[in-house]
C-alpha cells in the first residue's frame, strides 16, 4: 500500500517546438517506502546518475545495497506511478554515518566528501569532527551526521519532492522512539550541478528569448548564477539557505570540458544543515515547490 498519493500538473513540450504551448499532463505520484525486493536496479541507476563519472570509484552498487539493507526502519521513500512492483522515479533516503562507519561504500563515499571540502578548511574541520569515532561516555551530548540521497529522473517535477521531505521527518522521530540510529546533530546533503562557461550562458539566454515559452516570464537573463553554476534540481536553491556550510566541487573523474566538448560540465555540491534547521528547510521547500490545491 502506498504511504500517499499526490497529483502533479506536470509541464511537458512533446514535439520539442518553441512554437507550441507546453502540454501540462496530470500525473499520479504514489509514495512507497524501500522496497529490497524491486528497487535496488532502479535506485542504482539513481546513484549512479547523482555521482557522475565519479559513480564507479563510489559503490553505487554496494550503497544501493545499504541503503536497502535498513528499509525496514521505515525511514525513506520512493516514487512510483505504476504500482509497489514497478521502478521508483525518485527516492530519498538518510543514512547514519557513524552506524555504517565500517561499511565499503559508506567509508568510500565519507572519504571522497572529506577529501573534497579539503579546499573549504572551515567545512573540512566539521566534517572530520563530525565524522570522528564516538566515545563511549554515557550521558554525554555527541554530534551524529546523517547523509541524505535524494535524486529523481531528469524530467520529474521538483513539487513532488516536499512531500518526501516531510514524511522524512516524521519517519526519522518515529525511528529515534524504536531505538533505531536516527538521532542526528547535522544533515550532509549531496547533489548535482553543471557549469556554464559565458559563451553556453549567453547561448541559454538568447535561445530564451527566441522562444515564445520564455517571453512571458519577463528577462531571460534574470535566472543567470553569479558564478555559472547552476542546480540540476531547484529546491537545492531553499536547501543552501538553511546551510551551516556548502561546497561545490568538480567530479574527480570528469572529462576536460572545452568549448568543443559535448554535454554540459558536470560536478557536485555538499551542504551541511543543522538538525535544528531541517523542519525549516522542509517547510520553506513545500512553500516554494506548492501544488496549486494542495492542501
Known sequence: MSKRKQSIDAEIDED?????TPTLV?????????NPEID??????????????????????????????????????????DGEESDPYAFLTVLSCDAHRDNPAMKALTDYILAKTSTDPAFHSTLSSLLAPKTQIQDQAQAHLGLVL?????????QAIPPMYRMLVEEIKDAIVDGDPYDFSHYLLISRVYRLSPEEEEAMA??????????SAGDADSGRSRDGVYSFHPEDEEVVKFTSHVLTYAHTH????????????VGGRAMLIPA???EALVRAMGETFAVPGDS
Open 26 to 34: 496530470n500525473v499520479d505520484f504514489d509514495f512507497f517506502n524501500l
Open 150 to 158: 535524494c535524486e529523481r529522473l531528469i524530467n520529474m517535477p521538483a
Open 254 to 265: 570528469a572529462p576536460p570540458h572545452d568549448a568543443e566538448s559535448v554535454g554540459l560540465d
Open 276 to 278: 535544528d534547521r531541517l
Open 40 to 81: 535496488y536496479h532502479a535506485i542504482n541507476r539513481l546513484l549512479i546518475q547523482l555521482f557522475g563519472s565519479d559513480a564507479e570509484s563510489l559503490q553505487t552498487g554496494r550503497l544501493a545495497d545499504l541503503i536497502l539493507s535498513v528499509a525496514d526502519t521505515g525511514v525513506g521513500s520512493t516514487i512510483k506511478t
Open 206 to 215: 538568447a535561445a530564451q528569448r527566441n522562444s515564445k515559452r520564455y517571453k
Open 16 to 20: 520539442g517546438s518553441d512554437e507550441e
